[in-house]
Nanobody, 125 residues
Framework: QVQLVESGGGLVQAGGSLRLSCTAS????????MAWFRQAPEKEREFIAT??????????YYADSVRGRFTISRDNAKNTVYLQMNSLKPEDTAVYYC????????????????WGQGTQVTVSS
């Protein structure tokens, strides 16, 4: 059983940066691949970025919409995964969720077993 708690969301102007954090408890963090998803109002929850389990890689994969602007990383000593978001755009506005899976790495939301409560990111123009 894993519990995930996101933090770091807020209001930022277009072109700005924000760093999200997700801290895990209740499991062995390094065993899990981690990911970030986001969901805007009236839209489906979409994949953003994933990083492989801590004992391999690290391998990462990004959605086309954020590749080159966002960076996912993890600190296994702190049981934390991060999402560094640069060059933010209004269309990045959404609730951002972190998730964990026992698969080595995954991009499909159906592969993820544990989810955080989400943190709101709002990008103003």
């Amino acid at each position: 059983q894993v519990q995930l708690v996101e933090s770091g969301g807020g209001l930022v102007q277009a072109g700005g940066s924000l760093r999200l954090s997700c801290t895990a408890s209740g499991g062995t963090f390094s065993r899990y691949a981690m990911a970030w998803f986001r969901q805007a109002p009236e839209k489906e929850r979409e994949f953003i970025a994933t990083i492989s389990a801590g004992w391999i890689g690290p391998n990462t994969y990004y959605a086309d919409s954020v590749r080159g602007r966002f960076t996912i990383s993890r600190d296994n000593a702190k049981n934390t995964v991060y999402l560094q978001m640069n060059s933010l755009k209004p269309e990045d506005t959404a609730v951002y969720y972190c998730a964990a899976t026992m698969k080595p790495i995954a991009t499909n939301r159906n592969d993820y077993d544990y989810w955080g409560q989400g943190t709101q990111v709002t990008v103003s123009s």
